[in-house]
């Protein structure tokens, strides 16, 4: 499924090929698919941006005083940009099977050795939106899915059949791609019809920091517009789409060798957006084969959702696929 659009609405959208590998269903323009890493800039970050547009949030705020077992010498410097910026020294993921709750998480989380110094290097990490996701639900005061929610009523212009949100809505899963689960899931060996792909978000109920939202092309497109209007200047948008929340939250790291920004992703030729937007975009993609990428001086948004976790399809593929969709509709 795929959608095309600027700040004024959608140009283009089409629903191609099948839900599945093995399965004659047919994609179609109310298709759900599960996000996956979509969740940490759509989701995540559009909720740290809001608390810190009320004074909840502090980017610069030292980790030590967001999580009480976050100690050590060489942890003390981290804060919670450089997990938005995945340049907290974190690893990706935990070596043992995911714990059972968040105390769990928390603990093993906080007490892993940092692969390097903060802010030395970035290295792209589940676990630190894990422990945003858990920072974020501590100072809304509410689950992640009702802070997105409140955020989802500020979108404006989402047409009525839209869906973005943490889960799949009350009687949508027949309306939702499936995914096969990977190996090392303890739910491997059946299809996931109405559960989140990744196995860290479903020990955690299926919502959290780094995975766990589902959305249709004309949900994630409603968001993207309210994004690019923001990075072009519209003032009278409400948080987390103001323009200088977005601005904030798309500036690229100042990291070397990193093209991260705040949850973001930021334009380089290698990467999946392939080679013709503008050096402001922004975007980031899921590993369900999901994608959004949002280029402000083009005055475009391009959504791509597949669900190449169902019966094949590789890294690579995936990879390909996208830089040919963005560099095919950049030429136009």
């Not at 004074?55 to 997990?83: M, Y």
Request: proline share 6%; with cysteine; aromatic share 6%.
């Amino acid at each position: 499924m795929a959608e095309i659009g600027d700040s004024r609405g959608v140009l283009w959208r089409d629903a191609l090929g099948l839900l599945a590998f093995d399965d004659a269903m047919a994609v179609t323009p109310q298709t759900i698919f599960d996000l996956a890493s979509l969740t940490k800039p759509i989701g995540t970050t559009s909720i740290v941006m809001d608390l810190t547009a009320d004074g909840r949030v502090d980017p610069s705020e030292p980790l030590t005083g967001c999580f009480a077992e976050w100690r050590g010498g060489d942890r003390e410097a981290a804060t919670v940009q450089d997990l938005l910026e995945h340049a907290s020294g974190l690893a990706a993921r935990l070596v043992d099977p995911p714990p059972a709750s968040r105390r769990e998480f928390e603990h093993d989380i906080c007490g892993l050795p940092l692969e390097y110094a903060p802010r030395t290097k970035s290295i792209y990490s589940d676990l630190g939106f894990i422990l945003l996701g858990f920072l974020a639900a501590d100072r809304g005061g509410a689950p992640l899915s009702e802070l997105f929610e409140r955020i989802r009523k500020r979108i404006d212009g989402a047409e009525a059949s839209a869906v973005l949100q943490y889960g799949i809505p009350e009687a949508a899963a027949d309306r939702t791609a499936p995914t096969d689960p990977l190996a090392e899931d303890v739910r491997r060996g059946r299809r996931l019809v109405d559960e989140v792909h990744d196995n860290y978000a479903a020990a955690l109920g299926g919502a959290a920091g780094h995975a766990g939202m589902f959305g249709t092309a004309d949900g994630v497109g409603a968001f993207a517009r309210s994004m690019l209007r923001g990075a072009r200047g519209d003032v009278m948008l409400p948080p987390p789409f103001s323009r200088d929340l977005v601005v904030r939250a798309t500036q690229k790291t100042s990291v070397a060798g990193s093209s991260r920004a705040l949850g973001w992703d930021t334009m380089l030729p290698t990467s999946s957006c392939g080679t013709k937007l503008s050096p402001s975009a922004f975007g980031h993609v899921g590993f369900t084969g999901t994608s959004l990428w949002i280029d402000p001086t083009r005055d475009r948004y391009y959504v791509m959702l597949t669900n190449r976790v169902c019966g094949g399809g590789t890294e690579a593929d995936i990879k390909e696929v996208r830089r040919a969709f963005h560099d095919a509709a950049a030429a136009r």
